[in-house]
């Protein structure tokens, strides 16, 4: 039997292209809602917008029949049933908090186990979609990649955490012998990212001052990555992705021929690649050979940058 997930999310408007991206990348497709069913497994800690995940266990048409399913449960964990009702999932409204109260007793009752609401090894999650009532075991999100918005090293033009969370994930989201690479990677916020979520990833940057930064940060969060100083011109190895957010020369020095150069020897050494930019760049990365896969527009207020997947 195929087992299936339902993914929630909490995210805002301006962040709604940014998760659809991670969407396709993560399960091949995407939704403009706040729920998605796949059958493929994904940490809902890697993703910024993911609020928790479900793994079917108990499907049925209504609240009565997924109860009696509920007796076939034999938990060896002391247990929490959740409603995850709590907000509009799609189009199926939020069910009041003493209805969710009832909807958890109703299930959790008919479920053979040790009940413990204050400190559970198990969450069993129970949801109502449309029509359709599900439950299973549930795995909320961590938010403690949160505390990576505070390093010690930082600087106003770095990518803040989520959308640098979620460039990691659209880049590398099924990372299993996958070798990455950041060759422009500044004070790490990429690397700190994709370390924290068990991606190795090696870092590199022309500045030696920024790439002492990366490597204190990386040591701030107890995470262990390799971090080299050097130009991206003398990478010598095969990667299977690049991630890059390009530098920009209205903060930097960098001129429109240097960051083509990036983007061509970018397709020297990686099979794929994952761009952040401020200004469009759809010329320069078909003069380097790169062909667009994907791509959004990521929103924070009035400012915006591209993130372009290209292979």
């Not at 039997?1 to 659809?20: A, G, K, N, P, V």
């Not at 009702?85 to 003493?98: F, G, Q, S, V």
């Not at 095969?238 to 903060?251: C, R, S, T």
Request: with cysteine; hydrophobic share 40%; charged share 25%.
């Amino acid at each position: 039997m195929t087992t299936s997930f339902i993914y929630t999310y909490i995210r805002h408007r301006d962040e709604q292209e940014l998760c659809r991206m991670e969407m396709r990348a993560f399960f091949g497709k995407d939704v403009e809602d706040n729920v998605i069913q796949s059958e493929i497994a994904v940490n809902p800690s890697r993703s910024p917008f993911m609020k928790a995940r479900l793994e079917v266990w108990l499907h049925a048409d209504n609240l009565e029949s997924l109860a009696q399913q509920a007796t076939q449960l034999e938990v060896a964990k002391s247990f929490k049933t959740v409603c995850l009702n709590e907000m509009d999932l799609a189009d199926t409204p939020k069910i009041i908090h003493a209805q969710r109260r009832d909807i958890e007793r109703t299930v959790g009752l008919n479920i053979s186990g040790e009940p413990e609401l204050d400190y559970p090894e198990l969450l069993i999650g129970i949801v109502q979609l449309d029509d359709q009532w599900y439950a299973g075991e549930l795995i909320e999100s961590s938010s403690d990649w949160h505390a990576h918005q505070q390093k010690p090293h930082m600087y106003s033009t770095a990518l803040g955490t989520r959308l640098a969370r979620a460039a990691v994930n659209i880049a590398v989201p099924h990372p299993e012998g996958i070798r990455v690479i950041d060759p422009c990677c500044g004070i790490g916020t990429v690397l700190v990212e994709a370390l924290s979520m068990g991606i190795p990833i090696e870092g590199r940057d022309i500045n030696p001052l920024v790439v002492n930064g990366s490597r204190k940060n990386i040591a701030y969060f107890e995470l262990q990555g390799s971090v080299e100083v050097g130009p991206i011109a003398e990478v010598d190895e095969l990667y299977d992705v690049a991630i890059i957010d390009m530098p920009y020369n209205l903060f930097t020095h960098i001129t429109a021929e240097g960051q083509l150069d990036i983007l061509k020897e970018a397709r020297r050494f990686a099979k794929s690649c994952l761009i952040v930019t401020i200004e469009n760049m759809d010329d320069m990365l078909e003069v380097a050979g790169w062909v667009i896969a994907d791509r959004c527009l990521a929103r924070k207020g009035t400012f915006s940058r591209e993130v372009v997947l290209c292979t």
